[in-house]
């Protein structure tokens, strides 16, 4: 099996530069994500999601995402129902430094040190979200927490959602376009491993294929069609690359 990424959480962060909170809120994710959560979670590029990133969507439609909004605009919540889920969770940074008596950032371009203790009181806030989503069963065809678990420590770093997280392939699947979550190391690790029979998909392809991606009752031979006709396409390419 391909040495994927474990589940994490994904941080949408504010991307207004125009308003000093929208800075306070970079910096708070920034924080959780170098910080005091990096094991836990990726950062989705909102400029890069709202262009139409496929890995970035991909993610947010699979897997839990925190949606950091510097005002009651909520572009962040918002564009990431629009596009891929609703979010499990979201945080304002008015209702934060409110709730807790604190000063709100003045300067859109700069914080000063007097700020350091609002940015300290969002992060900490996005934090003790990715903790109670990492210790929760999410169910990627619900979107939804199904119940809480025990927490298990996560061991891979930090990154970026579409730079480093679980890559993404487009397949056409009884004529319609699906998106495939890790399928490209799948077919590259069972290609490495000799897993090739007249250019037949292997069963363990296919089996690998389901432990990354809900295949619907009924439609596992159209499925199984599509990933074939990806193998066979990825095998080529190898070979070429191989005896160029």
Known sequence: ???????????????????????????????????LRPAQTVTICLPLFLAGGEGDRAFAKFYPTIAVDGCDKRCAARATELYSNKPAAGILVDEVLDRQGLAHPQSCRRLSPADQPSVDAVADAIAAEVDHLMAARWSRTEGAILELTEAKPAVSTAGCACGSGIPVTTVQVDGQSVQLMALEPILDMAYTQGLRANGELPDQILQTVQVYNQVPAGEEALYARAVGIAWREHCAKRDGVAHG
């Open 1 to 35: 099996m391909p040495n994927l990424p474990q589940r994490k959480v994904g941080i949408v962060a504010c991307s207004g530069e125009e308003l000093p909170e929208g800075t306070l809120t970079r910096l708070a994710a920034l924080k959780v994500l170098e910080e």
